[in-house]
């Protein structure tokens, strides 16, 4: 699924990678993590796509995880308009560890006492909500910061849990690392999906 933009500059527009349905990675409702996964070709011609809704907006940077999925789809947006890129670590999503490769729904419910109580616990193998947490705000922070001093369009290409913890964070006030747990917990985006932050937002 691919959406058009919501066309209010200027704006950061914070996108979903372009999903990886391959032999290692079936089904977008498999944990990814961290794994390092490459886009497989059908992977590329969706990034192509989500490329191309960009065609006819003027970028000034492109922002994204280090992680290939994320860097590859940031590529081709930089191509199409022309954009510099710049990775960030701090733009990984949730390092879960021993829950990567697992069913995002079983992943999900196991993850509830992570989030809500023991927020300072390490998944196995993985970080803690509150590490992830805070190093995902302070990404996107420093990407605000620059986005409100230039007042130029951003775009921010990341995973699916830095874009729950980024909308959580809205949702609860944009103050510190408050965050709405509900809102983080709630399953609704699929690849390829764009959301637009203004600047009255």
Same mark, same amino acid.
């Given at each position: 699924?691919?959406?058009?933009?919501?066309?209010?500059?200027?704006?950061?527009?914070?996108?979903?990678?372009?999903?990886? !349905?391959?032999?290692?990675?079936?089904?977008?409702?498999?944990?990814?993590?961290?794994?390092?996964?490459?886009?497989?070709?059908?992977?590329?011609?969706?990034?192509?796509? !989500?490329?191309?809704?960009?065609?006819?907006?003027?970028?000034?940077?492109?922002?994204?995880?280090?992680l290939?999925?994320?860097?590859?789809?940031?590529?081709?947006?930089m191509?199409?308009?022309?954009?510099?890129?710049?990775?960030?670590?701090?733009?990984?999503?949730?390092?879960?560890?021993?829950?990567q490769?697992?069913?995002?729904?079983?992943?999900?419910?196991?993850?509830?006492?992570?989030? +809500?109580?023991?927020?300072? +616990?390490?998944?196995?193998?993985?970080?803690?909500?509150?590490?992830?947490?805070?190093?995902?705000?302070?990404?996107?922070?420093?990407?605000?910061?620059?986005?409100?001093?230039?007042?130029?369009?951003?775009?921010?290409?990341?995973?699916?849990?830095?874009?729950?913890?980024?909308?959580?964070?809205?949702?609860?006030?944009?103050?510190e690392?408050?965050?709405?747990?509900?809102?983080?917990?709630?399953?609704?985006?699929?690849?390829?999906?764009?959301?637009?932050?203004?600047?009255?937002?």
């Amino acid at each position: 699924m691919i959406e058009g933009i919501e066309k209010k500059y200027p704006a950061i527009f914070l996108l979903r990678n372009a999903q990886i !349905l391959s032999e290692e990675n079936k089904s977008e409702n498999t944990v990814t993590g961290w794994r390092d996964i490459a886009l497989n070709e059908s992977s590329k011609e969706e990034a192509l796509r !989500l490329a191309n809704t960009f065609s006819n907006v003027p970028i000034s940077r492109v922002y994204s995880s280090d992680l290939s999925r994320a860097r590859d789809t940031a590529k081709e947006i930089m191509r199409v308009t022309g954009a510099g890129l710049m990775t960030m670590k701090g733009l990984r999503p949730w390092n879960l560890g021993d829950f990567q490769e697992t069913s995002s729904f079983v992943a999900a419910e196991m993850l509830k006492d992570y989030i +809500k109580g023991y927020t300072y +616990k390490p998944v196995k193998n993985g970080e803690s909500f509150h590490i992830f947490k805070t190093r995902a705000i302070d990404a996107f922070n420093t990407v605000l910061d620059e986005f409100e001093a230039l007042k130029k369009n951003i775009v921010i290409v990341s995973h699916y849990r830095f874009i729950k913890i980024t909308q959580a964070w809205i949702a609860a006030g944009s103050i510190e690392y408050e965050i709405d747990a509900d809102v983080f917990m709630k399953d609704d985006i699929p690849s390829g999906k764009i959301f637009t932050i203004t600047l009255d937002k």
